[in-house]
């Protein structure tokens, strides 16, 4: 969907961005959870610019996120989006979508619970599994068994992403859908 998105309530988007004011809008969650397919959509709506974090990260280091894996290996790769992260919290307001592991190390989680406010787009395992077994580009799921090793990451995972200060649930919808509940979730800390 590339197209502009037809959002139902054009009072909820200002409701949304006015409770966002100069914050971050940080979307964490497991990798296929929507939230780079879902944040550009929640930034368009909102009229705020839009910063993908694995982009970002492979635009500043010219290389692809499984080459970074391959050549310089897991903790490197933490370190540098550690790096970007704290960098693109630097000034709002922004959507920032998150790599799927950003909010699980725990530097990257301090600027971003300092930076921004989270919402966390979560999935259950067959829709997660839906998404991602279209590619191959996910270092992390070029196991024996991609579908157990996701179950694990959700197991290890989901306790942590539960501290976000927002939970959505992406499901088996339209976006525009999960958009909106998107901008609701933001909507209701208003004064909060
Ligand atoms: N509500 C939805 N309905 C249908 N497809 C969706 C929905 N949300 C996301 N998708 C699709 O699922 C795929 C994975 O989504 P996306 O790349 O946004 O996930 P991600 O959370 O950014 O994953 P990663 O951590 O690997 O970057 C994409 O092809 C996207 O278009
Ligand atoms: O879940 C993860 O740890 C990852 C998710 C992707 O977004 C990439 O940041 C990378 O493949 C690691
Ligand atoms: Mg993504």
Partial sequence: MNGLMEISSPELVRQARAALGSRNLV????????????????AQALSVPFVDADHEIERVSRMSI????????????RAL???????LLRSGPRVISTGGGAYINERT???IKRGGLTVWLKADL?????????RDTRPLLKTENPKQTL?????????????????VLSRD????????????AIASTIGK
């Fill in 27 to 42: 979307l964490v969650g497991l990798m296929g959870a929507g939230k780079s397919a879902i944040g550009r959509l929640v």
């Fill in 66 to 77: 499984s080459d970074l894996f391959a050549r310089y290996g897991e903790d490197e790769f």
């Fill in 81 to 87: 989006e550690a790096r970007v992260m704290k960098r």
């Fill in 109 to 111: 989680r301090r600027h």
């Fill in 126 to 134: 067959d829709v997660l599994w839906e998404r991602v077994n279209k």
């Fill in 151 to 167: 179950e694990n990451l959700m197991n290890a995972r989901y306790p942590i992403y539960a501290e976000a200060d927002l939970t």
């Fill in 173 to 184: 919808v339209r976006k525009e859908e999960v958009v909106e509940d998107v901008l609701a």
